[in-house]
């Protein structure tokens, strides 16, 4: 049998030439699960796309894959910096590819595989349940980072690499420092509470601190953010908090899953005309620079972000030049108290 073609592709997926073409080249006018059964087809017969759709092939570069899903999260920024920084002292080059809600990252990461040849990619936000085939079809190490505890429930012959910190036990600490301030009726601010994400597990440290304080979780007092076109905004959080003080007065804390979130907070809170954090406390999660300019300075929980995007990249580049097997490192959250919270008003 000859080299296969763009063509051979579209007929055994059953699409035509140019949605081949569309998914290969991650354009966003596709749908998610046509793009993931072409990149499956493309893995399974090991075909080798480039611009001119063609099967040729191509050497190995010295390149890094940086995949973010969230990239205008403040979080991620030192973390893409500091990587960026490893990555060129070790003579790679760096390749950043923004990642949609919606979009299936390890269906992007087999595309940048497959065309750009790289020899490592890093995983940045996103989702902590991916296909293990999927995975193993990946010609490059990987590691994934800020996702969550992603073996949890993994065998040892599966576990993948992961650097994180462990969301649902930070989440309860917050929420328990609340409590001790007085506070009963906490509300949530939170995204992806029904699929496995970060904020599902935020969102289940926040359920497990009320119960185990006995304190009944009245779901409306919490928000979910339905939008997939970027989740994590002011805006978002803004909208969130007002309409929860607005139907629920007797709200006097509210914890929010990231600290963007918790700054649209904040100004809805001004806006209804109460104060922070006499009428309402606010806590955040993340720990970004902006807290400590924000005012009032925003208690947060923080993550060690220099340290993770550390460990990170230093990691990656263990599995690439030593072959080291991948490692499970789950790193410290600390709960930084500062003036947007304090006691229960009585």
Known sequence: ?????????AKAC???????SRAINNHPDINPETRKKIMDIIAEKGFTPNNSARNLKRTETNSIALLVKGISNPFFADMIRIMEDYVLRKRYTTLL??????????AVAQTIVTEQKVKGIV?????????????DQLNAKY??????????????????????????QASCKAVEYLIEQGHRNIALIAEGLNRPSIGQLRGQGYKKALLEHGIPIRPELIY?????????????????AFKLLTAHPEITAIFSISDVLAFGACRAIFDLGKKIPED????????????????????????PVEEMARV??????????????????????????????????V
Do not use: C, W
């Open 312 to 345: 990170t990249i230093e990691h990656l580049f263990e599995m690439i030049e030593e072959n080291v097997d991948p490692k499970d490192i789950i790193m410290p959250a600390e709960l930084q108290v500062k003036a947007s919270s304090g006691k229960a008003k």
């Open 14 to 20: 059953g699409v035509g030439v140019s949605t081949v």
């Open 224 to 240: 979910e953010i339905k939008t997939t076109d970027d989740p994590y905004s002011m805006e978002n959080g803004y909208k969130a």
């Open 280 to 303: 309402v406390s606010v806590v955040g999660y993340d720990g970004i620079e902006q807290g400590d300019y924000y005012n009032p300075r925003l208690t947060t929980v923080r993550q």
């Open 97 to 106: 590819r923004h990642v949609g809600n919606d979009d299936d990252e390890v």
């Open 1 to 9: 049998m000859g080299e296969l073609t763009i063509k051979d592709i």
């Open 143 to 168: 590691v994934f980072s800020t996702i969550g505890n992603l073996n949890e429930n993994a065998t040892e012959d599966k576990k993948v690499a992961n650097i994180a910190v462990d969301d649902i």
């Open 123 to 135: 995983f940045l936000g996103g989702t902590f349940t991916h296909d293990q085939a999927a995975l």
